[in-house]
Nanobody, 115 residues
Framework: VQLQASGGGLVQAGGSLRLSCAVS????????YEWYRQAPGSQRELVAR???????NYPDSVKDRFTISRDNAENIVYLQMNSLKPEDTGVYYC??????????WGKGTQVTVSS
């Protein structure tokens, strides 16, 4: 499975970005989709999770601001990020876990939020 993340960039605080992750395998073969971020000097942290059943999870730090979704027809997973804060700055990675419970990571996309 290959993942290609895109959509990062520079945005002012309060702005929005939508990240996309194109998945090379049919989304129907995927059990779980996740977005992580890694700030400089910090560990990679989970920011959004979407199960194949449609359940979503977010940490308190992004809840009500970030939304994960998928386009089944295009095999794309999105992360809509609103009301961005400088502390949201980091490299964002998409990850999927397939039906065999194998995990795949995409290359990151940089998000920079200026104050």
């Amino acid at each position: 499975v290959q993942l290609q993340a895109s959509g990062g960039g520079l945005v002012q605080a309060g702005g929005s970005l939508r990240l996309s992750c194109a998945v090379s395998r049919s989304i129907l073969q995927i059990n779980m989709y996740e977005w992580y971020r890694q700030a400089p000097g910090s560990q990679r942290e989970l920011v959004a999770r979407l199960t194949s059943g449609g359940s979503t999870n977010y940490p308190d730090s992004v809840k009500d601001r970030f939304t994960i979704s998928r386009d089944n027809a295009e095999n794309i997973v999105y992360l809509q990020m609103n009301s961005l804060k400088p502390e949201d700055t980091g490299v964002y990675y998409c990850k999927v876990v397939d039906k065999r419970r194998l995990a795949y990571w995409g290359k990151g996309t940089q998000v920079t939020v200026s104050s």
